[in-house]
């Protein structure tokens, strides 16, 4: 028997491949998955290297189990990528190459039902006539799967199988009937159904002459070409992108399209927009990627990427890794976005990937945002990226809207009524928007009804007894919750400290605001859309339908409702609490603000109407808000980076992060000291600059005590370097739970 050596990928801590021998040489190739032995259990594994020969002696390396050969293997070049990841960020290469893949292909026992042909079912003319009156009264089940065959155009087996224990078997007697016809569908095309190929060519708004000129650049790119799209809220950035797309998949029909969006509730109406423009397309030609999707749906949709059939793959930033072997352009919608990087495990930016891929592989990658970052904006400021502009909204008589200060002092000064949260200009504002028949939007970035709950008698606050900070009140569930570690408990009847029965809430949220307008504005529909008002799977687009549909009249809501929205009745927005970000530790805290502060006064006036910005302030002579009443980011942006330059901080300098986890803070602070000690030759060598390790700001989560240790250079080189030779010494230092390298890190 001819034997083979692979060297596989795991997703395992340690930063090598696994050799193993292979009894099927046929079989394997560079990019397949398979299944292999790891101590005593069974694990996938990516193969990224065949060769005749291993280092290790045969007698010592266990066999491959199992080879999946159904899946067509990655390409080299996707192997490239997922290395070159896990060099930058200091990673394994399994680390990074395995959580790429959808959860599903990394289960073997699932690879026969994955990529097995798919049986659908579906009722014949002379069964949608008989089949109900043929069905005794009392069978339930019976008629719940005839029920399902009549109201969808099929029904896969597994969906059968879920309605009536014996399904098979019955939809076979009804076929022998001639209800029911069978159809067998091949894996690779099981991902979807055809649509009509007679769809009505939908009407294209006429661009304005910045919009063309932004499409003709596109789509004219020859090779690498990075764009930073800056375009006002409102300019049409989404038509850019379907334009420009439209005429590449022209010139070249099998071209793939990457969409990155930054969150997941904004992907169904870039869904909906891209099914109607591209409505001639097959439908299983537009997948969406995200961790939100149902791991079937989703090990489906990256196949049908992975074998070319699927051509725009919208999705959030994991979508950045997936397989597209005909990938042709690649657009990041909200570059800014700070959900782009990833926080845990692999903490990689998406939109950093996204210019890297392009280049790799030679094509133009568009960077959209009313509020570019600042890294993309002085990457054009250098002429790296080329800069296209949409000054002006796309709708003629839309302008942006008008931004004005309410001074909280001067209000308190003046005794002028108010409810709980909001002024009374707001109020009235929002009561004007009702006589109307408009919508307002109430923006606040912190959910639950209020961040703390106090006694005045003792001073006693609330506090998560796992972790540093204070829980939040819950008043709809009664109960109070840690928002770093789930942590949940009643509401006390009284202080536990003295037991003053009079404890109150502090400051508000979304859900006390949500309360307050229901006095302040007697008779409107109120919606609050946050975190916890969109839990259940698919609630986030119900709410957002009913918005769009014209059946609220004030919508209530954090980060989620800022960005992206095409609100085409909301003509005011009343921005509430936005001052507690101006006088944050983090230098990036007043570019967040001025960005979301942007986005969100930008889903006003945009279909026409009169827009209005209410921004509720105890500083209103802040440089900040007088840049954002002016709509002015190229003067903020300009004085924010002389500010950075300055201050010798990013992107003038690169940094990278060590965080060490312990059970004490002393053990966590001790182990950042250590590895400090172990740097300090070699980052001397290279320029580095080695901060004194400090507690993170929110120091114990879940229990667990965190601290972390800054490096910064003003050479990207020079910092790599550090870090691949630092990476071998921390791993031999004891005394923590867990540590892990940020590089580019956000939260600092």
């Known amino acids: 028997m001819s034997y083979l050596f692979v060297r596989v990928a795991l997703d395992h801590p340690l930063p090598t491949l696994f050799d193993y021998s292979c009894d099927l040489p046929e079989a394997v190739a560079l990019g397949m998955l398979v299944s292999v032995p790891l101590g005593k259990r069974h694990v996938v594994g990516l193969i990224c290297e065949v060769t005749a020969h291993s280092e290790v002696a045969a007698e010592r390396l266990k066999c491959v189990d199992s080879v999946c050969t159904a899946c067509p293997p990655v390409s080299a070049e996707w192997l490239k990528l997922a290395a070159f990841a896990a060099d930058y960020y200091q990673r394994g290469l399994g680390e990074v190459a395995l959580p790429a893949l959808p959860q599903a292909l990394r289960d073997a026992s699932r690879w026969s039902r994955l990529f097995a042909p798919e049986e659908r079912y579906s009722l014949t003319a002379q069964g949608r006539a008989a089949l109900p009156d043929a069905l005794p ?111 590449i998949l022209a010139a070249k029909p099998d071209a793939q399209a990457l969409i990155l969006v930054p969150e997941i509730n904004l992907t169904p ?86 210019i890297y891929r392009a280049k790799q592989l030679d094509l133009p990658v568009v960077l959209g945002s009313a509020t570019p970052s600042l890294e993309s904006w002085w990457q054009a400021d250098q002429g790296k990226y080329k800069r296209l502009t949409l000054s002006r909204r796309a709708v003629a008589e839309a302008v942006l809207p008008t931004v004005r200060l309410v001074d909280l002092e001067e209000e308190r000064r003046r005794g002028r009524a108010s409810f709980e949260g909001l002024s009374g200009p707001l109020v009235a504002a929002l009561r004007a928007r009702l006589e109307r028949g408009e919508q307002s939007l109430v923006f606040l970035n912190r959910r639950g009804y209020a961040p703390q709950l ?39 009847r009284s202080c536990p400290e003295c037991g003053n029965v009079d404890i109150a809430p502090m400051g508000c949220g979304t859900q006390r605001v949500e309360e307050s307008l229901a006095s302040a504005v007697p008779g409107a529909r109120v919606l609050r859309i946050d975190a916890d008002s969109t839990r259940r799977k698919g609630s986030a687009q119900t709410l957002f339908s009913d918005v769009h549909a014209g059946e609220v009249d004030i919508l209530v809501g954090t980060q989620m409702i800022a960005k992206g929205h095409d609100f085409q009745r909301v003509s005011l927005v009343g921005v509430l609490n936005a001052d507690t970000v101006l006088f944050s530790h983090d230098f990036r805290a007043s570019e967040r603000l001025f960005a979301q502060l942007m986005q969100v006064s930008g889903r006003a006036g945009r279909a026409g109407l009169p827009g209005e910005v209410l921004i509720q302030t105890r500083y209103p002579r802040h440089a900040l808000y007088h840049a954002l009443g002016r709509h002015d980011y ?111 890190p956000l939260d600092i």
């Open 137 to 247: 009264a009392r069978a339930s089940a019976l008629r719940k799967l005839a029920q399902a065959l009549a109201e969808n155009e099929f029904l896969v087996a597994a969906a059968a199988r879920a309605l009536h224990p014996k399904a098979i078997a019955t939809l076979d007697t009804w076929r022998a009937e001639g209800w029911v016809a069978l159809d067998v569908i091949e894996a690779a095309a099981a991902v979807g159904a055809s649509t009509s190929g007679d769809a009505v060519a939908p009407i294209l708004p006429t661009l304005t002459d910045e919009q063309a000129a932004a499409v003709e650049a596109i789509r004219d790119a020859q090779g690498f070409a990075p764009f930073l799209l800056h375009g006002v809220t409102g300019s049409g950035k989404t038509e850019v992108y379907l334009r420009a797309l439209a005429e």
């Open 269 to 354: 109406q870039f869904e909906a927009a891209f099914r109607a423009r591209f409505a001639a397309l097959d439908s299983a030609a537009i997948v969406t990627l995200h961790s939100g999707l149902a791991e079937g749906e989703r090990a489906r949709n990256w196949f049908a990427a992975h074998t070319g059939r699927a051509l725009i793959v919208l999705g959030t930033r994991l979508a950045v890794l997936a397989s597209l072997p005909k990938l042709t352009v690649i657009v990041v919608d909200e570059e800014h976005d700070p959900a782009y990087k990833q926080q845990e495990g692999l903490r990689y930016s998406a939109r950093d990937l996204a």
């Open 454 to 492: 106090s006694c005045d008698a003792c001073g006693w606050v609330a506090g998560c007894p796992r972790c540093s900070a204070y829980v939040v009140l819950h008043k709809p569930e009664r109960a109070l919750r840690c928002h770093h570690c789930g942590w949940e408990a009643r509401i006390p």
């Open 634 to 744: 190229v003067g903020f942006a300009n004085s924010t980076l002389g500010e950075r330059r300055d201050a010798h901080l990013p992107p003038f300098v690169y940094q990278a992060l060590l965080r060490a986890e312990g059970r004490t803070l002393e053990a966590a602070l001790a182990f950042l000291e250590q590895a400090a000690a172990e740097l300090g030759g070699i980052a001397a060598a290279e320029g580095v600059t080695v901060y004194d390790a400090v507690p993170l700001t929110i120091v114990k989560v879940m229990n667990v005590h965190r601290a972390q240790l800054l490096i910064e250079s003003a050479s990207r080189a020079a910092l790599q370097a550090t870090l691949r030779a630092w990476q071998p010494l921390l791993r031999g230092l004891k005394g923590v739970l867990r540590w892990s390298v940020e590089v580019d």
